[in-house]
């Protein structure tokens, strides 16, 4: 019989980076973050033996706990968090069973540092089109689903990276930018070790609008159309950021599961 009380990779998979997402906490004991410094998507690591002092942070939300096999550690926790009326599950074989099923995951030591209050903080150019929306949305969704970013001046993007503790990305002379034919949401994917069919499939059309090179793909030119449609909708970058979140939303579903679905009216026989 199928437990409550725990959730499948499988059923784990089909949920990383959607907008409905569990929260993701990694309980696994140092050693063994050590032996495998990778984390699922988006995920958190805790201490399993303060879990009575972080608990509540999660309140409200749904929770998928991770240890090494899915066993004592996870199950623990998991059934402390909903002894605080949090809906848990552990993770069924844990991270070893995600690891063998080749799950997607973050490279760890990638990781920006962060703030006290746990988040990533980073910074780029205000009035952003497409990569800098493409890699905060990719960052929220894989990475840290509570990052923050700050729209600058780009003169002021590396004195405010300085003054604030910021990682700064897609400007010219920094880690986190273009390389070559290839932009800066391809290089995250790359240097976080997210690369996968879905992701891959959407960095071609991100590419492809950012650099003028529409022709790589079909959606390119309506995804660009979108993209520089919300630059005018918006003065405001980070409520840009927010519409724009959506669109990559909908167009990495397309890319995982409808590439193959095509649309026609009428839908059968013939108009009357």
């Not at 099923?101 to 006290?116: F, Q, S, T, Y």
């Not at 992701?199 to 979108?226: E, W």
Request: contains cysteine; hydrophobic residues 45%; glycine residues 6%.
């Amino acid at each position: 019989m199928p437990s409550t009380t725990a959730i499948t990779v499988s059923q784990l998979s089909r949920l990383v980076g959607l907008p409905g997402a569990p929260v993701i906490i990694d309980v696994r004991i140092d050693d063994d973050f050590d032996a495998d410094p990778r984390l699922l998507p988006a995920s958190c690591r805790r201490n399993f033996k303060a879990v009575s002092t972080w608990a509540a942070e999660f309140a409200g939300r749904q929770v998928s706990v991770v240890c090494q096999k899915g066993q004592k550690l996870s199950q623990g926790v998991a059934a402390w968090l909903r002894h605080e009326g949090i809906s848990a599950e552990s993770l069924e074989g844990g991270f070893e069973a995600w690891r063998d099923a080749d799950g997607l995951m973050v490279r760890a030591e990638n990781l920006p540092p962060r703030d006290e209050r746990g988040r990533t903080i980073w910074v780029t150019r205000s009035r952003p089109k497409v990569d800098r929306i493409a890699c905060p949305w990719l960052i929220r969704r894989f990475v840290d689903p509570h990052a923050v970013f700050l729209f600058v001046e780009p003169a002021e993007v590396l004195a405010v990276a300085d003054r604030f503790q910021a990682v700064p990305f897609d400007i010219d002379n920094v880690f986190w930018s273009h390389r070559g034919e290839r932009c800066t949401f391809d290089t995250m994917i790359e240097e976080f070790g997210l690369e996968s069919a879905t992701l891959n499939r959407l960095a071609v059309i991100v590419r492809a609008a950012d650099t003028a090179s529409l022709d790589l793909v079909p959606q390119a030119a309506g995804f660009l159309a979108a993209s520089l449609g919300l630059s005018r909708m918006f003065r405001d970058d980070l409520e840009q950021l927010e519409a724009g979140i959506l669109l990559y939303d909908a167009f990495f579903r397309w890319c995982r599961d409808a590439t193959e679905e095509t649309h026609n009216w009428p839908s059968t026989g013939k108009p009357s």
